[in-house]
């Protein structure tokens, strides 16, 4: 079938992208679904720091390829194994999908698929097929999504169904944004009733963590970020205290368990210094694979620290999501808050300017 999506041509072009156009708006080729995989219509689709960190270089992936892992829509058809969605259901998209087989995956979300991750670093679906061409090019899968397009083929394992009465730019969020933020909050720090947490960075992800942490209504709940409007917005969410992170440094500010949701090497040297004695500092930024961060050893023994990598939120998809849709149909997780505004696919590269200049949270591409 014909579609239209966002494809990034090249890596690495200048900013600002609105004038470099790394992303054009192109007519695709969809081929049908194989077995295990379903035909999505794309009703709603959010910009992620993934999708700027593949356009700006830093998590450097194959191209073309037709960007968008954090998105949600109704199925259209499924292929002759999937037998438990019905079309017409609406269903988030995880962009790793789980095999159920591997190592990995007996870890209950611990650590990453092995399948899943091979197939979203070269460019394919979980069980290595294509479906996506321009002109009879061949044209890249993004974390095994795509979801910056109108329809998109997806393997049953990067769906969730999560219900009508969840909006498309709600539902789409939870994929990402909060199974990130949120899944690392609940699998990873798993704080005690009444153990403060500190997040670091207040992207996406971040205030994901923060309005899950506000949710989870246990300890005190300390918000850091370089800029004041990100501040500002925790503030306004109900966060206990805001700080910059040369106020933290300064003033000696401490949780007992931390978690870094920047991206930078900086922001994980600000958590670490920040959690007590005996707790766990968490990272969930992706910073580029060359940075480097210093911590004292000593420190972790002394101390008796642990340091947790969380990729995905420690997540499984199919368990998390649920739950936070849950939490969102109860109102005690206000997602909508997350976005601060819907655009239209032909936007996208002046959306990722705002993205990377940090002046937006989310932006949700919303689809006719």
């Given at each position: 079938?014909k579609?239209?999506?966002a494809?990034?041509?090249e890596i690495?072009?200048?900013r600002?992208?609105a004038?470099?156009?790394?992303i054009t708006?192109?007519?695709?080729?969809l081929t049908?679904?194989?077995?295990?995989e379903?035909?999505v219509k794309?009703?709603?689709?959010g910009?992620c720091?993934?999708?700027?960190?593949?356009?700006?270089?830093n998590?450097?992936?194959?191209?073309?390829?037709?960007?968008?892992?954090?998105a949600?829509?109704?199925?259209?058809s499924t292929g002759s194994e999937?037998?438990?969605?019905?079309v017409?259901?609406?269903v988030?998209?995880a962009?790793?999908?789980?095999c159920?087989?591997c190592d990995?995956?007996?870890?209950?979300g611990?650590l990453?698929?092995?399948?899943?991750t091979?197939a979203?670093t070269v460019?394919t679906?979980?069980?290595?097929t294509?479906?996506?061409?321009?002109?009879g090019e061949?044209?890249q899968?993004?974390l095994?999504?795509?979801g910056?397009?109108?329809?998109?083929?997806v393997d049953?394992a990067s769906?969730v169904?999560v219900?009508?009465?969840?909006?498309?730019e709600?539902?789409?969020?939870?994929g990402?944004?909060v199974?990130?933020?949120?899944?690392?909050?609940?699998n990873?720090?798993?704080r005690?009733?009444?153990e403060s947490?500190?997040?670091?960075g207040?992207g996406g992800?971040g205030?994901?963590?923060?309005?899950?942490a506000?949710?989870e209504?246990?300890g005190?709940?300390?918000?850091?970020?370089a800029l004041?409007?990100?501040?500002?917005?925790?503030?306004?969410l109900?966060?206990d205290?805001?700080?910059t992170?040369a106020?933290?440094?300064?003033?000696g500010?401490?949780?007992?368990?931390?978690?870094?949701?920047?991206?930078?090497?900086?922001?994980?040297?600000?958590?670490f210094?920040?959690?007590k004695?005996g707790?766990?500092?968490?990272?969930v930024?992706?910073?580029?694979?060359?940075a480097v961060?210093a911590?004292?050893?000593?420190v972790?023994?002394?101390?008796?620290?642990?340091?947790?990598?969380?990729?995905?939120g420690?997540?499984?998809?199919?368990r998390?999501i649920p739950?936070?849709?849950d939490?969102?149909r109860?109102?005690?997780?206000?997602?909508e808050?997350?976005?601060?505004?819907?655009?239209?696919?032909?936007?996208i590269n002046?959306?990722m300017?705002?993205l990377a200049?940090g002046t937006a949270v989310r932006?949700?591409i919303?689809?006719?």
């Amino acid at each position: 079938m014909k579609i239209t999506g966002a494809v990034l041509e090249e890596i690495g072009r200048p900013r600002p992208y609105a004038s470099s156009t790394p992303i054009t708006i192109s007519d695709l080729d969809l081929t049908d679904p194989g077995p295990t995989e379903v035909l999505v219509k794309i009703e709603a689709a959010g910009l992620c720091h993934s999708d700027l960190s593949v356009v700006d270089g830093n998590r450097p992936r194959p191209v073309p390829m037709l960007l968008g892992h954090e998105a949600a829509g109704l199925v259209v058809s499924t292929g002759s194994e999937v037998t438990d969605l019905a079309v017409g259901e609406r269903v988030t998209m995880a962009f790793l999908p789980r095999c159920g087989e591997c190592d990995g995956c007996r870890t209950e979300g611990r650590l990453p698929c092995e399948r899943g991750t091979a197939a979203n670093t070269v460019g394919t679906l979980l069980h290595g097929t294509r479906h996506l061409t321009r002109d009879g090019e061949v044209v890249q899968h993004h974390l095994g999504v795509s979801g910056f397009a109108t329809h998109a083929v997806v393997d049953r394992a990067s769906l969730v169904p999560v219900g009508m009465d969840v909006p498309p730019e709600i539902a789409a969020v939870l994929g990402c944004a909060v199974l990130t933020g949120g899944g690392a909050l609940l699998n990873a720090v798993q704080r005690g009733e009444t153990e403060s947490v500190m997040i670091v960075g207040l992207g996406g992800v971040g205030i994901s963590a923060l309005l899950c942490a506000i949710a989870e209504n246990k300890g005190e709940v300390i918000a850091v970020d370089a800029l004041p409007e990100k501040l500002e917005l925790a503030r306004s969410l109900g966060a206990d205290a805001v700080y910059t992170p040369a106020e933290v440094a300064e003033q000696g500010i401490r949780a007992s368990h931390t978690l870094e949701c920047a991206g930078h090497p900086r922001a994980f040297e600000t958590a670490f210094a920040a959690t007590k004695p005996g707790g766990r500092t968490v990272t969930v930024g992706l910073p580029h694979p060359d940075a480097v961060s210093a911590v004292p050893p000593a420190v972790i023994t002394g101390e008796a620290r642990t340091i947790i990598g969380s990729y995905l939120g420690s997540a499984v998809p199919q368990r998390d999501i649920p739950t936070f849709a849950d939490w969102w149909r109860s109102g005690r997780l206000p997602v909508e808050k997350l976005i601060t505004r819907t655009i239209r696919l032909d936007q996208i590269n002046d959306a990722m300017d705002a993205l990377a200049d940090g002046t937006a949270v989310r932006q949700v591409i919303l689809f006719d």
